[in-house]
């Protein structure tokens, strides 16, 4: 367990103190309820060469949730849309999901491997 803490004001329970994961970007919305209170990571992320994501992942965790689990995860997110393709966006999008599918989502699984130890739940 991380020996960090922060400390969030809600709506429904005043300033809540919690234990904050060595993972956790420190970025934590103020005024909500407390269930709603997360911890994030930084995103991995995969672009296309001028910059436009198209896939990330990140830990997250809701560690006061009320109907889901309070276990560290790990989010993806897709560039959503339709896009149009060329024959050599095609080369740049086959190779960047390469990617993510051999680099990025390993690092995650370390990531989130390294989450769940810490949280010990
Ligand atoms: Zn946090």
Redesign the pocket.
Known sequence: MSART?TVATSDHGDVT?A??SW?????KTGGARSDL???GLPLEVAFNDGTVLAYGQLCQWPYSEVASRKPYIAVELGGGEHEYDDADLVELQQKLATFAAVTIPELRVRLSAALAEARL
């Open positions: 922060v919690m904050e994961p956790c970007d420190g970025l934590h997360t911890h994030n």
